[in-house]
């Protein structure tokens, strides 16, 4: 089992950036695919971003390639978001999350363990 914990989100203006972190514990996040979700009230859960074990690997949603970049530190047992050119759009909680599947999914059924999420707000 893992617990996963988000930090870094906040208010930022549009076309600023923000790094979303996620600290692992309990067992290692190594044995694990991780993934960004984010939801905001008038929508479901929403995959942003997905990265293997290794790093070798990720995969993101349309609508933030180019600006969002995930990495991982399996050394420090965290998970890393780099937000660029925020949009207002991007408001809303980000999750953090764990799944054993051996492939890359963006299907949030697929990921067991969650963290607690972090808001982040962009200003137009």
């Known amino acids: 089992q893992v617990q996963l914990v988000e930090s870094g989100g906040g208010l930022v203006q549009a076309g600023g950036s923000l790094r979303l972190s996620c600290a692992a514990s309990?067992?290692?996040?190594?044995?694990?695919?991780m993934g960004w979700f984010r939801q905001t009230p008038e929508k479901e859960r929403e995959f942003v971003a997905t990265i293997s074990r290794s790093a070798s690997t990720s995969y993101y949603t349309d609508s933030v390639k180019g600006r969002f970049t995930i990495s991982r530190d399996n050394a420090k047992n965290t998970v890393y978001l780099q937000m660029n050119s925020l949009k207002p759009e991007d408001t809303a909680i980000y999750y953090c999350a764990a799944t054993s599947a051996l492939g890359l999914t963006k299907s949030s059924g697929r990921y067991e363990y969650w963290g607690q999420g972090t808001q982040v707000t962009v200003s137009s």
């Open positions: 309990g067992r290692t996040s190594s044995s694990y695919n």
